[in-house]
């Protein structure tokens, strides 16, 4: 049993961990609420000062915004759809024994490794390009003479299937290794029992799948709030932008720093009051 000089000498040893990682986190915010609340234009750097909540009031004001702020709920909604309905059909089809299988599988995960830029130009160049896509030559192949042009017609669209792409194999690891965890017995049991496919999934399957499904959609909102290379890298920033592309054009197109600023603390307190619902909806679960 650790005595108390052994106990107080841990904290201390842990004290400069503890300190580099709270000047990591709290000194970027620290200077975002200093510079949210300051006039500050990077065009006319000495003419600061006192802007109280000003910088927030125009934000919200931008024409941009609130259609931004659809795109963002958009896209993390139909991401997760995509991502939880795709992962469960993928995890299922590898939870099964064929030739091969372990190749699949490594083969199913890796987009999640590819960095978001790289992956954004290759479905940019290489897939749906208008005239050198994967997509047009199938279209040309079919008898079309038009292929579509995808993020210039449906860029909102576009993007997703950019982003459900790099996260499908995460929810698919997910749910697969739940689906490994599944008691034997009950297999037996419901197949012993002569249960149809459509029971077994409803009543066995999918209340098992819960929890980890659950999970995935807390740590993918997280993440998908924070979008910002695929829109960029695609050019669709106009049309797809989300608050984060929001707060970006405000740096670098207005080159306002104060309402960059207010339009980052904004985006945190939304991601913030969204994490808190989905961990109390988590817990909610966990606990059931």
Do not use: C
Not at 74 to 97: E, H, P, R, S
Not at 191 to 196: C, Q
Not at 246 to 259: C, E, H, K, P, Y
């Amino acid at each position: 049993m650790a005595t108390k000089q052994a106990l107080v000498l841990g904290k201390w040893a842990l004290l400069p961990s503890v300190a580099v990682l709270a000047a990591w986190s709290f000194v970027p915010l620290a200077l975002t609420i200093y510079f949210a609340f300051l006039r500050y234009n990077l065009q006319d750097p000495e003419n600061t000062g006192w802007a109280g909540f000003s910088n927030f009031y125009y934000f919200f004001k931008d024409p941009y915004f609130w259609k931004d702020l659809l795109n963002t709920i958009l896209l993390v909604a139909g991401t997760i759809v995509t991502t939880v309905v795709g992962g469960v059909l993928l995890a299922l089809l590898l939870d099964q024994k064929f030739w091969g299988r372990g190749i699949v599988r490594l083969l199913v995960i890796a987009p999640f490794f590819i960095m978001p830029t790289v992956s954004a130009l290759v479905w940019k160049n290489l897939i749906m390009h208008p005239v050198f896509g994967l997509f047009a030559g199938i279209q040309r192949f079919f008898g079309s003479h038009q292929p579509i042009d995808w993020f210039g017609k449906f860029p909102l669209f576009s993007v997703g299937m950019v982003v459900s792409w790099q996260w499908l194999p995460y929810a698919a690891l997910i749910l697969l290794t739940a689906l490994q965890s599944l008691d034997e017995e009950q297999k037996d049991a419901a197949a012993m029992d002569g249960t149809s496919t459509l029971n077994y999934f409803r009543y066995i399957l999918l209340p098992h799948l819960a929890r980890p499904i659950t999970v995935v959609i807390l740590i993918e909102t997280i993440f998908l709030l924070n979008i910002f290379a695929e829109i960029k890298v695609t050019s669709v920033g106009g049309f797809a932008g989300n608050l984060t592309y929001l707060v970006f054009s405000q740096l670098n197109d207005a080159t306002d720093v104060g309402m960059a600023a207010a339009g980052g603390l904004i985006a945190v307190v939304l991601a913030n009051i969204v994490s808190a619902f989905l961990v109390r909806m988590v817990g909610k679960n966990l606990e059931a």
